[in-house]
């Protein structure tokens, strides 16, 4: 078999993760009745990010409706370490948008193939109880947060 999965280079991860985590959200939203349009970065743009301010490069994934509520939403994905990896620099960004107009998170796990979500600001409580470490190939800072945190529900697809 090839190498694991989190070991690959951060382009295959994110264009894998990205593509195959908004899959799933998308699949979700049309099950839950929730209206969706991409507002975030796509994983294949060919600008230039890094030199955007933090609130720009932290824009959510998408805006949504549901009856009369209008949220944002931000989507992560897990594998098979069962951690969910907060990075430090991104939580500024979603404060931001946060205070525009809620924030929700949706997590996929893509081992189980089920997911969660969220407030944000359940997240921010969660993370006050978790030490900081760093991933080993740029040492940026993070959360780690095990996936027994949160309430999984199966992924139906049809």
């Known amino acids: 078999m090839g190498e ?3 070991q690959r280079d951060w382009k295959e991860r994110k264009g894998y993760l990205g593509h195959t985590s908004e899959m ?7 099950k839950e009745g929730i209206l969706f349009e991409r507002f975030g970065q796509r994983t294949e743009s060919s600008l230039d990010y890094k030199n955007l301010s933090i609130i720009l490069r932290m824009r959510p994934d998408y805006i949504c409706q549901k009856v009369d509520e209008s949220f944002f939403v931000e989507v ?3 594998g098979r370490d069962g951690i969910l990896k907060v990075k430090l620099e991104s939580l500024e960004g979603i404060t931001f948008w946060d205070s525009l107009l809620p924030v929700k998170i949706f ?4 081992v189980k193939k089920r ?33 027994r945190e949160f309430a999984w529900h199966e992924l139906k697809q049809n």
């Open 4 to 6: 694991i999965f989190n």
């Open 24 to 30: 799933a959200f998308e699949t979700f939203c049309k």
């Open 76 to 78: 992560k994905s897990v």
């Open 107 to 110: 997590i996929y796990d893509s």
């Open 115 to 147: 997911v969660s979500f969220f407030a944000y600001k359940w997240l921010r409580v969660k993370l006050y109880h978790v030490d900081i470490d760093r991933f080993e190939s740029d040492l940026k800072p993070y959360f780690p947060l095990s996936i």
